[in-house]
């Protein structure tokens, strides 16, 4: 049997690969089953179980003493799959302008040109089963407001991220059956990543030690470790294997923990819809060839060079309440996490109207229809740059285990204020020169526009965390390298957003899958011992 629980197992159990993969998240499974169908021994370790386990989910508690961040809990979950089995789908690369020098902003370009990852998008693509329309562009297609969207890039350029079925968001939906069969995966689960063994010769890692609630142990050796655990227990992981060595394995740093960074959002507006059906047409889900696509409102790299300010993009949000709309997106929900509450089917059932005319939207407008009376609020979600002072530290508290919880020293500032008021300002202008201004005028949110109100003050994480174990050429400012190898222990690489080195104005998943393959295809032209 290849998926095992380390609860269940009797104690002290050892087991070898040739490579280790610490998580069995969207990154770790897809890394494991591309190493697999070559005929590679893969381990992985994935700290939660089939289902979610409340005393495993509180292992993500941090000691956070500024109370800023807030997403610890609700934007990452344990277990086979990891935060897929939540994650609301959203594909759309990060730009190339993103990825480039920003000397507007003092960044430099990524390590790794976006080249080298966009190769693998297609096959995304094929996995998700989102077709390879592009991201832009749409509106020559799109039925009902053709044209209507500004194409100048004046302002903003729109961009239509992509997104799977709900049921299809969850990883393990599609490569559940190839891992349960492989004869080259072996998966353990409840199995927490606690201790870390190290040459202290070679300065490389030999072996991983993981442990159950229960106290059940394991140790795994393996020639190549992946750290794929996101971007906080990545983090926390690397600082204490660095504890594990003395200090030595990331001594040639100061970057580890440091450079934590989240894309921040706020409400800016609500849109009038006295015009239901051109609102409609305008915001609301398309549907092109089958697949969903969300606006996605980017701001131009011309106007955040002009105010010299990081990226940033509008989005819309539904207030859905109580609807039947509520409760059928509750039910596509419970797909995904492969649980459907009766009650949302019951309260669906109830409005047959909504749901009829929701019908003939989809088949004749290619849309999702959103009835009058739910609002369309317009959010707009910013590029946190980089900051040393934001980081993540080895807290003296410890989680059940006894291993020491991440320590948050976090905020939003003075940088990312001037990236939301450079978006509010040309989201104004952006408004009048599409004459929406007349056809669906903005209401705006409470203190946007009073010079005394701070966004900041209000923004909220949007659990995308990056940075805190950034990748680059020079390992005195970074921890990885292009290759996503530690600079210092060099058989260890992760693959998280952690090793961003900056953010970008786009959902961080589709990136992370990439550099997921990447790191896979290189294990691959590397020879078997």
Same mark, same amino acid.
């Given at each position: 049997?290849?998926?095992?629980?380390?609860?269940?197992?009797?104690?002290?159990?050892?087991?070898?690969?040739?490579?280790?993969?610490?998580?069995? /998240?969207?990154? #770790? *499974? +897809? $890394? @494991?089953t591309r190493l697999a169908r070559q005929n590679r021994k893969v381990i992985v370790l994935e700290s939660g179980t089939m289902s979610h386990d409340a005393d495993i989910h509180a292992l993500n508690e941090i000691d956070d003493p500024g109370g800023r961040y807030d997403r610890a809990l609700t934007g990452r979950y344990r277990g086979l799959g990891g935060s897929s089995s939540r994650w609301g789908g959203r594909m759309i690369p990060i730009s190339d302008e993103d990825q480039g020098l920003r000397e507007h902003v003092s960044q430099p370009e990524w390590p790794n040109a976006p080249q080298a990852l966009g190769r693998y998008q297609n096959e995304l693509e094929e996995l998700f089963s989102v077709g390879h329309d592009s991201f832009e562009g749409i509106e020559d297609?799109?039925? /009902?407001?053709? #044209? *209507? +969207? $500004? @194409?100048?890039?004046?302002?903003f350029r729109a961009r239509w991220a992509k997104v799977p079925t709900f049921k299809r968001c969850n990883i393990v939906t599609m490569l559940g059956d190839e891992i349960r069969s492989s004869p080259n995966i072996s998966v353990w689960l409840g199995a927490t990543v606690c201790d870390f063994e190290?040459?202290?010769?070679?300065?490389?890692?030999?072996?991983?030690?993981?442990?159950?609630?229960?106290?059940?142990?394991?140790?795994?050796?393996?020639?190549?470790?992946?750290?794929?655990?996101?971007?906080?227990?990545?983090?926390?992981l690397l600082l204490l294997l660095d504890e594990a060595s003395g200090n030595h394995a990331f001594e040639r740093t100061d970057a580890l923990g440091r450079y934590f960074q989240d894309h921040l959002k706020a409400e800016i507006a609500v849109v009038e819809r006295q015009r239901a059906d051109l609102t409609n047409h305008l915001f609301s889900y398309r549907f092109i060839k089958g697949t969903r696509r969300d606006l996605h409102l980017e701001l131009s790299?011309?106007?955040?060079?002009?105010?010299?300010?990081?990226?940033?993009?509008?989005?819309?949000?539904?207030?859905?309440?109580?609807?039947?709309?509520?409760?059928?997106?509750?039910?596509?929900?419970?797909?995904?996490?492969r649980k459907v509450n009766p009650e949302d089917i019951r309260t669906a059932?109830?409005?047959?109207?909504?749901?009829?005319?929701?019908?003939?939207?989809?088949?004749?407008?290619?849309?999702?229809?959103?009835?009058?009376?739910?609002?369309?609020?317009?959010?707009?979600?910013?590029?946190?740059?980089?900051?040393?002072?934001?980081?993540?530290?080895?807290?003296?508290?410890?989680d059940r285990l006894g291993v020491r919880k991440p320590l948050f020293e976090w905020k939003p500032r003075a940088p990312d204020e001037r990236t939301f008021q450079s978006t509010i300002s040309h989201l104004r202008r952006y408004w009048e020169r599409s004459g929406f201004d007349s056809l669906c005028p903005l209401t705006w949110a409470p203190g946007v526009g009073d010079p005394n109100v701070q966004i900041i003050d209000r923004a909220e994480a949007c659990a995308h965390p990056s940075g805190s174990t950034r990748m680059g050429t020079d390992p005195a400012t970074s921890v990885v390298g292009p290759d996503l190898r530690c600079h210092n222990v060099p058989n260890v690489a992760v693959a998280s957003a952690s090793v961003f080195p900056t953010a970008g104005s786009a959902n961080p998943t589709f990136t992370i899958m990439k550099l997921a393959l990447w790191l896979a295809d290189s294990y691959l032209q590397m020879p078997l011992l």
């Open positions: 049997m290849t998926i095992r629980n380390l609860a269940t197992a009797a104690e002290g159990q050892t087991d070898a690969a040739a490579y280790c993969i610490v998580g069995g /998240g969207i990154a #770790g *499974l +897809l $890394l @494991a297609i799109a039925p /009902g407001s053709s #044209g *209507l +969207l $500004l @194409a100048d890039q004046d302002d190290l040459d202290t010769e070679t300065g490389r890692l030999k072996a991983v030690k993981a442990l159950s609630l229960t106290g059940q142990g394991i140790t795994i050796r393996a020639r190549d470790f992946t750290i794929a655990a996101g971007t906080i227990e990545s983090t926390r790299h011309g106007a955040q060079q002009g105010d010299a300010v990081s990226s940033s993009f509008v989005y819309v949000s539904m207030d859905l309440g109580n609807s039947g709309l509520a409760a059928v997106k509750n039910i596509a929900h419970g797909l995904q996490r059932a109830k409005d047959v109207g909504l749901i009829a005319k929701g019908a003939f939207w989809r088949l004749w407008h290619k849309q999702l229809y959103v009835p009058p009376g739910i609002n369309f609020r317009l959010m707009t979600s910013i590029e946190q740059l980089p900051d040393p002072q934001n980081r993540i530290r080895l807290s003296a508290k410890t």
